[in-house]
């Protein structure tokens, strides 16, 4: 991917143009993620502009790509089937589950096809169209696009995006779009890659999540509640998100190859991602 246009933002969760580097030069050039001196959110700049990455998010191969995207989206499956079960457990538990659900950024739908017996109707969105073609099979409807390509009448008691909001150029504006197809007392759930995770801290500049240049977001667990706060959301509290990762991808980050037969193990990894969830006022 050739990109050639750049823009560099002041910080998307408070307008202050004042943003300190954290990682530039190498490995990142010709980016850099700088914090914000007045909020504290990370966030890319420069980064591409939101049309330049946007022909990016809909190839047909982004989940299949060695360069953008993901590897192979398909040889995690077990995983992220298991990482999303369990989400969707802590849900039922507090009572969220039920009625219809939309999941922004679906990818192959392994979530939706979980959700079944959670649910009574399971809708989804994705960029890509290879990957709609696979979710299709998985859910009871699936959309090309963003949240704006879900038909208007369509109303929802719960929203999730998990790993979206840090590809999101503008997440208010994204947030309020989403409460729009919320019914009054439905929740939404964001989930993101944890900045402020001592993974992070521990691994520095070799952090997995250091996803350049799609991840232009970056939240931990004051940035991403203030989102929703600000977003017009209410009663907001975090949900735990531990993920499983297929052992041969955790051994790639470190430079081992294994056989793909060890991507039938699962490695559960606590904090790397951070998730909250809020309420929409009646």
């Avoid at 939240?219 to 929703?228: A, E, I, M, S």
Wanted: include cysteine.
């Amino acid at each position: 991917m050739n990109i050639t246009d750049f823009e560099f933002p002041d910080c998307p969760l408070c307008g202050n143009s004042e943003a300190e580097a954290m990682y530039q030069g190498r490995g990142f050039d010709p980016y850099s993620i700088r914090s914000c001196g007045r909020c504290g959110m990370s966030f890319l700049s420069p980064r591409p502009t939101e049309l330049a990455m946007l022909s990016l998010y809909q190839v047909d191969d982004y989940f299949s790509s060695d360069e953008q995207g993901y590897a192979n989206y398909a040889a995690q499956e077990p995983a992220l089937r298991a990482t999303f079960r369990r989400l969707l457990e802590h849900l039922a538990s507090c009572g969220l589950t039920g009625g219809n659900l939309l999941e922004v950024g679906c990818g192959y739908g392994y979530l939706l096809e979980e959700a079944k017996p959670h649910f009574k109707r399971r809708v989804g969105t994705d960029f890509s169209a290879g990957a709609v073609e696979q979710a299709r099979m998985r859910a009871d409807q699936v959309f090309i696009g963003d949240i704006n390509s879900v038909e208007d009448q369509l109303v929802f008691d719960c929203i999730i995006a998990a790993h979206v909001i840090e590809h999101v150029y503008h997440p208010y504006d994204f947030v309020k779009e989403t409460i729009k197809r919320l019914r009054p007392g439905g929740a939404l759930l964001l989930a993101a890659p944890d900045f402020g995770s001592y993974w992070r801290k521990l691994m520095g500049r070799r952090w997995p999540s250091f996803k350049l240049p799609e991840h232009i977001l970056y939240f931990d667990k004051q940035t991403l509640p203030y989102l929703l706060v600000q977003g017009g959301l209410e009663n907001i509290r975090p949900v735990p998100y531990p993920h499983a990762f297929p052992f041969g991808l955790i051994a790639s980050k470190v430079g081992i190859r294994l056989h793909d037969i060890w991507n039938k193990y699962n490695l559960w990894l606590p904090a790397t991602t951070v998730a909250f969830v809020g309420i929409k006022g009646d």
